[in-house]
Every structure is written in C-alpha cells, then in structure tokens.
C-alpha cells in the first residue's frame, strides 16, 4: 500500500451523536451510514452497543456497506473485572461489527482523578480490553482518549499507554485530542515523536475543534505519519464538534496529494453529502462552510467577478466542480458591470454587455439595497427588476387596493382564538376583481385573497406553494416603526424553488411585495398569458 495511503474513519454516528441538538433515529443511521459507504469512507462507527436503544437497534440490524468497515465503540473494561467478565465491554465485543474501537485513558491526571485507578491498572485495563476484542473482530483500534495532554504532561505514560495497545494486537492506535485544545505545530511535533514508538502506518488521529484547529490538527498529524483520521460529517460532535471530514478530505486529496477511498468521482458528491446531512438534521446548511457552502464559489465584489469572467482562478482556488459545487455571481450594492452582465447570461437574458440601460440598471438595484433590499439572496426579484427594466415582464395584474383585519375574540367553545381577514381588489383583463379570505395570520389571509382572485384567470398557481418565509428587522433602533424585510422561498411541483424580497416599514407591505414577486415571476416563468 502507498505510503501517501490515508484512512478515513467517520464518526459522525457516535461523536457526531454527541452534539448537543442531534438525536438519530436508528433509521437516519443506516442511512447516513449507507451515505457515506457510497462516499468511499473506510470505517464507519456506528454507535455504541450497550449504551443505548438506538444503537442496540442499529447494530441488531446493521445496513449492508459494500466499501466500508462498521465499527462499534465502546471503553476499556472497568477496574478490578476481567474483560471477558465486563457487562459494559460484552455488547461491544459481541456486536458482530467488523471493527472494535475502544477508548481507554492515557493521561495518568484521567486515571487518578476520573477513574480513581492506579496507573498500572489502566495499562492492564487498556491490554486486556484490547487482546479480548481480537478474539471477537477482524479488527480493533485503541482510541487513547486525552493522549496529547497525557503527553504534555508525563510521555513516557501516554506511550506506554500506546504500546500496552499496540502490543496486545491493536490494529490502530488513536491519538485523541479529546479536549481539543492542542495547536497544529504541538500535534505535529507529538506525532512525530509517537512514530518512533509505533510506526505511522498504524497511528491515527481524532481532533476537536474547540479552537477551530481540528482539521489544521489532523493534517499536521497526517503530515507528521499518521495515516488514519478519524472526523464527522460537516464537523458534528461533542462540544464545539469533531474534525470536518467533508473540509478536511479535499484538503488532504487536492492540496496535499494524499490517496483516500474516494475516487475523484467519489469527491464530486461531498457537496451533496454534507447538505443531505442538514436536510436529516433539519437546519441551514451553513453558507461559508469551507468547499461545499452555498457562498463557497459565490463572487460579489465587482472586482473580483470582473476577473473570474477572464479566469475563474483569479478568485477560486478550485475547481467548483471537483467537490460537486457550482460558481455563483451575486448582484447587489457591491457589483460592477461584471456581475450585471454575468448574472444576466446565467438568467438567458440577451443584453448587449454594452446596452447603456445596464449602468441605470445597477443604480436601481444599488439605490434599492440602500433602502434595505438584498439581492443576493433573492435572485427572482433581481431577474423581475432586470426584466421588467427591459420591459419584458407583462403586467399579469394591477392591485388596485388590499385591506388586511386582524381580530382575537372568544368562539363560541370559550378559545381565544385570533384570525385574519384579506380583501383584494385589482383589475384583472379590464376589469375589476375583489376577493375576501381568511387566514390563520395575516400574510396567509392576503396569499389566500390573492390566489382567489388570480386563480380563475391564472390557473399556473395551483402548483405555487410558499416554503419558508423570513422576516428581518432592518432598523430595530426604531423600535415598532422599524423598516422590515421580508424573504420569500416559493417551489412548484417541478422542484423549482425561488426567492423573492420585499422592503417596507409596515410588514405586511413588506410581505405583499415580495408575494407579488413570488406570483410573478410564476406566471413569468410558465408563459402565462395576459
Ligand atoms: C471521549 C469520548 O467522547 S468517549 C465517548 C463518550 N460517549 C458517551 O459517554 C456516550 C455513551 N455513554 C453512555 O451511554 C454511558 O455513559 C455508559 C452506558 C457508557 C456508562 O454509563 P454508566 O455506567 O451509568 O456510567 P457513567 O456514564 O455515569 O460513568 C462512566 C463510568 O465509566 C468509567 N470509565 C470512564 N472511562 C472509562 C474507560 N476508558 N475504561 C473503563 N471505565 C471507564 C468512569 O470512571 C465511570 O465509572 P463509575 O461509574 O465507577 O464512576
Ligand atoms: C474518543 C473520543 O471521542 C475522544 O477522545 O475525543
């Protein structure tokens, strides 16, 4: 095997576990494990048997991987019990999973203080856990937890915490920033002395991030010889979390020419993979995350877009593509001609890139986002606004005028319940329309109002749906008076999805105009006809 040969282990099943706000069920284990079988991952730890329902579930009825090991985790066996007679060790060993990792202490500080053991007890614990365990999987690894305190603190310990692992047969030996305060030029310095005690090729690392330096960490270690590292998926894990296997993979492949299991089609998915895990974990991904964000090949600068259309290594330094993202151009206060002209070639609008129009154009949109606007996040209105500068978007209706009552009254079963009535008027094909509807709230009551009126005439909105809607408070200094804006996400059954944005100091003016834009650029999009 190549010595450039690096093993991934993910831990994002029991590290990644650990995060405060994550509860996997055990059905979003065996898919996220069968995720990241597909992404090329070496180990896969599942969990914990014992410790739990869910992970006993898991193991009881482990997901079928065709490129990775599942590894279960557990710990060293207790003091003062043999290892075939430890009720918390039993499960793990006998889990069925192709690879045992456990965890033992190697800072002598861990031993006296949280386990309340003599040294030579924990040696003996770590050598009879690990000895046991080969005698039940094809593989065991030794996660020696606190090694680079250990270290720090008495060497000569944390190694023969090392060697007590290695020789009884452990296949790795882990070191473990557990608390994650170690810097890179300490890791590489500790690695390095560590592989002259056990050779590279059988030491691993598993790095947290409480001084964000887990993925610097884990590349020093790699860089000093250790050949396995041990992450989560977008950096979950205990605490401030573990290393960011989905930054950390490029990193070692791309920029320091280190092999993995993944192949370089393998690596085109780890933008897919990283949002598929925030999809199950329901939130945000993360916009500026490194390689795979939203904004990770986004240009706003007028300066820097002007030079990515020469060459997009003026400001990149990837290839999008190679981690499964896509360049983005933004539009806003920050643009030059360069955005406009490029934005509007993603849209397929056929503009002279020195049509004079362009120049007022960008004094629009920079005049609107002055008074609280945005567009970077809202691509549908900026193609409405462009469009409709170049007088290409049809007037599909005139609102003439909306009333919009809020009222909380007592019904008749004694609820205090608050409802919301829109009324409508606009004129529609010459003549004027007027709709009434109600709401649970008053945005919902004036989307219903509007749809009544439009739907008879605009079919196409049948298949709108609003998916989120955000409310921003862009003067909060002015207190209730504050001007407001307002973000709307609208999809159709096709999978389509944009955002639109509307601005007022009443937010329901604010939520009007950005409705109106979402419809619009509906019928717009579909061909409506006037
Ligand atoms: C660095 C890490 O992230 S390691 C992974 C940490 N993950 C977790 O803890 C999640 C899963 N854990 C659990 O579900 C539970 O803690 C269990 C089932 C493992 C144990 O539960 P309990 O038996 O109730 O023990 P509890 O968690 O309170 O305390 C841990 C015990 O293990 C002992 N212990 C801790 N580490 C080790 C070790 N490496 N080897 C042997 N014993 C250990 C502690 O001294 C303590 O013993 P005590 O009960 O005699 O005081
Ligand atoms: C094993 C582990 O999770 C740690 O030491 O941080």
Same mark, same amino acid.
């Given at each position: ?57 898991? *193991? ?48 002598? *500080? ?37 090694? *680079? ?27 473990? /920033? ?6 890179? /030029? ?105 390689? !795979? %964000? ?38 806003? /206060? ?9 934005? *509007? ?14 120049? %007022? ?64 008027? !606009? ?11 109600? %709401?649970? %709230? ?24 609003? !998916? ?51 419809? !619009? ?10």
């Amino acid at each position: 095997m190549s010595d450039k040969r690096v093993y991934l282990y993910d831990s994002t099943l029991r590290d990644g576990a650990q995060t405060q706000g994550v509860d996997f069920s055990a059905t979003d284990k065996a898919a996220i494990a069968q995720s990241l079988d597909l992404l090329g991952i070496d180990y896969i730890e599942g969990g914990w048997p014992g410790a739990n329902p869910t992970d006993d579930a898991f *193991f009881g009825n482990p997901p079928t991987l065709h490129r990775a090991k599942l590894a279960a985790f557990g710990m060293t066996r207790r003091a003062g019990r043999s290892a075939d007679n430890d009720p918390g060790l039993a499960p793990v060993v006998s889990s069925g999973a192709d690879v045992i990792t456990l965890v033992g202490k190697s800072w002598d *500080f861990q031993c006296t203080v949280a386990l309340g053991v003599d040294l030579d007890e924990n040696l003996r614990m770590i050598g009879d856990s690990i000895r046991h365990a080969t005698t039940k999987a094809k593989e065991v690894i030794y996660d020696a937890e606190h090694f *680079f305190d250990g270290y720090k603190g008495n060497p000569d310990y944390a190694l023969k915490c090392l060697k007590a692992a290695h020789d009884n047969g452990a296949r790795w030996v882990v070191l473990c /920033d557990t608390n994650g305060g170690t810097l890179p /030029d300490e890791v590489e310095r500790i690695v390095a002395a560590v592989t002259k005690v056990v050779p590279g090729s059988h030491v691993g690392i598993h790095c947290h991030n409480d001084t964000e330096n887990a993925v610097a960490n884990s590349l020093a270690a790699v860089r000093a010889g250790a050949r396995q590292i041990q992450g989560t998926l977008n950096g979950l894990g205990e605490r401030c979390g573990n290393a960011n296997l989905i930054s950390l993979i490029p990193s070692l492949v791309l920029k320091m020419g280190y092999e993995t299991g993944l192949s370089a089609s393998d690596m085109t998915r780890l933008t897919q993979v990283s949002r598929e895990l925030d999809e199950r974990l329901n939130r945000a991904p993360l916009r500026n995350a490194a390689y !795979v %964000g939203e904004a990770a090949f986004a240009h706003k600068g007028g300066l820097h877009v002007s030079a990515v259309e020469k060459d997009p290594k003026c400001y990149e330094h990837i290839a999008p593509e190679l981690v499964g993202n896509h360049r983005k151009i933004l539009v806003s /206060d920050q643009a030059g001609r360069s955005n406009f002209v490029a934005r *509007f070639r993603e849209i397929g609008l056929d503009i002279d890139p020195k049509d004079p129009r362009i120049a %007022g154009m960008m004094d629009e949109v920079k005049q609107r986002e002055f008074s609280g606007y945005s567009y970077d996040g809202a691509e549908a209105s900026f193609e409405l606004l462009a469009r409709s500068y170049l007088g290409e978007v049809p007037e599909y209706y005139r609102l003439s005028s909306f009333r919009v009552i809020d009222e909380r009254r007592w019904n008749a079963r004694g609820d205090l319940i608050t409802l919301s009535e829109a009324t409508v008027k !606009v004129s529609l094909r010459d003549a004027t329309q007027m709709a009434v509807a109600e %709401g649970n %709230g008053p945005v919902n009551a004036l989307d219903a109002a509007l749809r009544k009126v439009l739907l008879p005439v605009y079919p196409e909105l049948q298949d709108l749906k609003l !998916v989120d809607y955000k409310v921003r408070i862009l003067t909060p200094e002015a207190a209730t008076a504050a001007v407001t804006r307002v973000l709307i996400e609208s999809a159709d059954r096709r999978g389509n999805t944009w955002t639109t944005v509307g601005v007022s100091g009443n937010v329901i003016d604010a939520s009007y105009n950005a409705l109106r834009d979402a419809i !619009v650029y509906k019928l717009f999009r579909d061909g409506a006809s006037v």
